[in-house]
């Protein structure tokens, strides 16, 4: 059978529509749980995967005080080839106040346009991050409190994540507006 699938940043995470076609053989290689979304395909590998893996790795001190993840979250489009229209838009988080910045994958989607669902595409991501905000995360032998720190996109990504028609699109009336910042009266 063929299918589609991706390594993500040299890693051996394959991302694909049908859990046969990831070969048992490799060691690294495991279950993913895709879901179908409109226009393509989305994997949460999840935000408390990826702190608790840079714990293991000894990335963060268990001996800070006080015991608190702060996660800055980017999303970002870009695409795969020039040659077709697919591209990736990957969730990634960085744990702010590490000595060695490691971003991780929190999810990732695939298709030949961007996710046409804005709240199916974070859907995941949004519901295990109030889960940690709300009871924390086991870290070792105990519970630090977790709090998204800022998200990071450019402009039209920006726009995307709100769900606003465009990043330069200024409607008055009923409709959304694209700017996000108060607009400053320029100064003569």
């Known amino acids: 059978m063929v299918c589609s699938f991706w390594c993500v940043f040299g890693c051996a995470w394959c991302f694909a529509a049908n859990s046969a076609c990831i070969s048992s053989k490799t060691p690294s290689a495991r279950n993913l749980n895709v879901k179908k979304?409109?226009?393509?395909h989305y994997c949460h590998f999840g935000v408390a995967n990826g702190i608790q893996n840079l714990f293991q790795q000894r990335y963060i001190n268990?001996?800070?005080?006080?015991k608190e993840i702060l996660l800055q979250i980017n999303i970002d489009g870009?695409?795969?080839?020039?040659?077709?229209d697919y591209q990736l838009w990957p969730i990634l988080g960085m744990v702010i106040g590490l000595r060695v910045k490691r971003p991780s994958v929190?999810?990732?989607?695939?298709?030949n346009r961007k996710p046409s669902d804005v709240a199916q595409y974070l859907e995941d991501f949004v519901k295990e991050s109030q889960?940690?905000?709300?009871?924390?995360?086991?870290?070792?032998?105990s519970v630090?409190?977790?709090k998204i720190h800022s998200i990071m996109c450019d402009a039209p990504a920006r726009s995307f994540v709100r769900n606003t028609?465009?990043?330069?699109?200024?409607?008055?009336g009923s409709r959304r507006h694209g700017c996000h910042r108060k607009s400053r009266a320029r100064k003569k």
Do not use: A, M
């Open 37 to 40: 979304i409109p226009e393509g």
């Open 131 to 141: 889960c940690l905000e709300v009871n924390g995360i086991n870290l070792g032998s």
């Open 62 to 66: 268990p001996y800070q005080d006080p």
């Open 144 to 146: 630090w409190v977790f």
């Open 106 to 111: 929190i999810g990732l989607y695939g298709g």
């Open 78 to 84: 870009l695409p795969l080839f020039k040659s077709t």
């Open 165 to 172: 028609k465009g990043h330069t699109v200024v409607v008055h």
